[in-house]
């Protein structure tokens, strides 16, 4: 069966969803032993994109924007990358560090740490959401961070991590505690053998 994108979230919502709530639930228990409190997440959108359309979901292609990248080995083979924009990075730092916002400067060794930290905790929470869902066994790799604009963010993991798949997985993810809130963009990008061998244990293909 060939289906596109758009047949693929419509027929099969309820899955992608499931994905996406499991991921969180995940990730707020994995976050809380991090920080020792409760993070709220929510996940308001999860399909599959093309890879092209990802600066669009970005806020354009010249936006500065903060990436976490992750190489994916296993039943599945692809890319992670956690993306958000200078400012949310800033904010997201500074709420689970509990410290204050201080302007918008180069980030230290440890807010870099941090970030990476975040990337990993997440990366995993979903990672394991989609074994839950289809058995597969999937290893992630140590987190690199990449700041730049979100046009050339896209180039990182293709030199880094080789030739993948066009199709990316979208988790977009609302991380959010009293009056801050935060959107991050989460893609997963399977090589194309990964990504159909994916779809067929979800049901899909």
Do not use: C, W
């Not at 919502?13 to 020792?36: P, R, W, Y």
């Amino acid at each position: 069966m060939n289906l596109s994108n758009s047949e693929i979230n419509e027929m099969y919502l309820d899955v992608l969803k499931e994905l996406g709530n499991i991921g969180t639930g995940n990730a707020v228990s994995a976050l809380a032993m991090m920080i020792g409190r409760k993070i709220n997440m929510k996940v308001p959108v999860v399909k599959m994109v093309k890879l092209q359309e990802v600066p669009e979901i970005l806020g354009g292609a010249e936006i500065p924007v903060v990436g976490i990248l992750l190489n994916v080995e296993g039943d599945i083979e692809g890319f992670i990358m956690f993306v958000m924009s200078q400012a949310s990075a800033h904010l997201l730092v500074n709420m689970l560090m509990g410290t204050a916002l201080n302007g918008y400067s180069e980030f230290t060794e440890i807010e870099k740490s941090a970030l990476m930290e975040i990337g990993n905790i997440l990366a995993g929470a979903y990672l394991t959401a989609l074994s839950t869902l289809t058995g597969f066994k999937m290893i992630q790799s140590v987190p690199q961070l990449a700041e730049d604009m979100a046009g050339a963010i896209l180039s990182f993991p293709a030199i880094q991590f080789g030739e993948t798949g066009d199709t990316a997985l979208y988790i977009e993810t609302e991380i959010f505690e009293e009056s801050s809130r935060i959107v991050a963009d989460f893609f997963l990008i399977p090589t194309i053998e990964s990504y159909q061998k994916m779809l067929k244990a979800l049901g899909v293909a």
